[in-house]
């Protein structure tokens, strides 16, 4: 039989049948694998941890077969409870696949200790710059001391005890200053007394 006469034969037409069949059979099962390997039909929603401290995060991402990663956040947020979360991703709502890694922010325990700058000699408004601009908060109850230059720095008191240079305590922490009062002891507040800080903030 010539090769034209088998293309034309019942024989060549059934094989060829058979081969598209068997040729579809292994792409739909192809396919099915594929969904299956990957977790097609699969999803979970990320639940909202934002607010939720850390051990109770764990459980509920642990629950739902659901990975974390922990990124440290160096900025206090007095609004969440320390060792929370403040910020996830992907966001709270959205479908994510088994064994997806969430990435979490924590917030920290508390303000960051950061040192108290050297203020002595500085005007009254040079000293509340300074201060703003390295993230502590200035009071408005100076305490005056018996000194010929008025308004001029002569200390630092952090709850009611007097702080140092170079000492550290948390940011966003509210210090009063100690000034001269020029001479005039009507200005002198008598009534409050300063006393040394050990450092143990």
């Given at each position: ?8 034969s019942?024989?060549f ?74 910020e ?39 000293a509340?710059a ?58 002198k ?5 300063i ?7």
């Amino acid at each position: 039989m010539s090769f034209i006469n088998f293309l034309k034969s019942k024989e060549f037409l059934n094989q060829l049948i058979l081969a598209v069949i068997a040729l579809f059979l292994f792409v739909i099962v192809a396919l099915f694998w594929l969904k299956f390997k990957t977790n097609h039909y699969q999803k979970i929603e990320v639940p909202a941890l934002v607010g939720v401290e850390m051990e109770q995060a764990e459980a509920l991402l642990s629950n739902l077969d659901l990975r974390y990663e922990v990124i440290d956040s160096t900025k206090y947020n007095p609004e969440f409870p320390g060792n929370s979360v403040i910020e996830q991703s992907p966001i709270a709502g959205s479908f994510v696949k088994e064994n997806r890694k969430i990435y979490l922010k924590l917030n920290p325990s508390s303000y960051e200790l950061i040192s108290v700058p050297d203020v002595y000699g500085k005007t009254n408004r040079q000293a509340t710059a300074l201060l703003l601009s390295v993230g502590y908060r200035v009071g408005e109850n100076p305490t005056y001391v018996n000194d010929i230059a008025l308004d001029v720095v002569r200390g630092l008191l952090y709850n009611g005890k007097e702080v140092k240079a170079g000492q550290k305590i948390p940011r966003n922490s509210k210090l009063e200053f100690i000034l001269g009062d020029g001479g005039n002891p009507v200005k002198k507040d008598s009534t409050i007394i300063i006393e040394e800080a050990d450092g143990g903030f």
